[in-house]
Nanobody, 115 residues
Framework: DVQLVESGGGSVQTGGSLRLSCVAS????????MAWFRQTPGKEREAVAA????????SYVPSVKGRFTISQNKVNNTMWLHMNSLQPEDTATYLC?????????WGQGTQVTVS
């Protein structure tokens, strides 16, 4: 099994920045997909940024392109989401996800509030 633990959420003013971290532990061999999702009450969970580890490719939802950057350290199984120019619409619970092709394992989430 794989465990994911997020950290780094908080409250920030419009235009500010935050960095979220996700540490993976357990049987992490073979994981090829890591991603950040976000969820707000009453809305579907949205994939914000994804990283395909074998090809070192990243993808982003259009609303965060140019503002958010996903990155990883393969050695210590850590993934980050650098978020700049935060807007109130970025307010959500951000969840780390991992898997082989898509998300299988999920973290508990960390709250980001922009006001």
């Amino acid at each position: 099994d794989v465990q994911l633990v997020e950290s780094g959420g908080g409250s920030v003013q419009t235009g500010g920045s935050l960095r979220l971290s996700c540490v993976a532990s357990g049987y992490t061999n073979g994981l090829n997909y890591m991603a950040w999702f976000r969820q707000t009450p009453g809305k579907e969970r949205e994939a914000v940024a994804a990283l395909y580890i074998d090809g070192d490719r990243a993808s982003y939802v259009p609303s965060v392109k140019g503002r958010f950057t996903i990155s990883q350290n393969k050695v210590n199984n850590t993934m980050w989401l650098h978020m700049n120019s935060l807007q109130p619409e970025d307010t959500a619970t951000y969840l780390c996800a991992a898997g082989y092709v898509g998300p299988i394992y999920w973290g508990q989430g960390t709250q980001v509030t922009v006001s």
